[in-house]
């Protein structure tokens, strides 16, 4: 696995996902209609140093609901 270091602090971060009840993901407010699909988070990241977090999904799978 390869080592990504902090934004803010520069120390490396640790690498899991989201873990909730649900599936966690993102809606778009550039999506029309009644229906809007969710798009998965797929990674995450923390910084154990500062707490700074990232998520990651699929840019293509956000792209075609959007589009």
Do not use: F, W
């Amino acid at each position: 696995m390869e080592a990504h270091p902090c934004p803010k602090c520069n120390e490396p971060m640790d690498e899991g996902s989201l873990t909730t009840s649900d599936q966690p993901g993102y809606v778009s407010k550039r999506q029309t209609g009644m229906l809007r699909t969710v798009t998965k988070i797929s990674l995450a990241r923390a910084c154990p140093n500062c707490g700074y977090v990232e998520i990651y999904l699929d840019p293509k799978e956000l792209k075609s609901r959007i589009s």
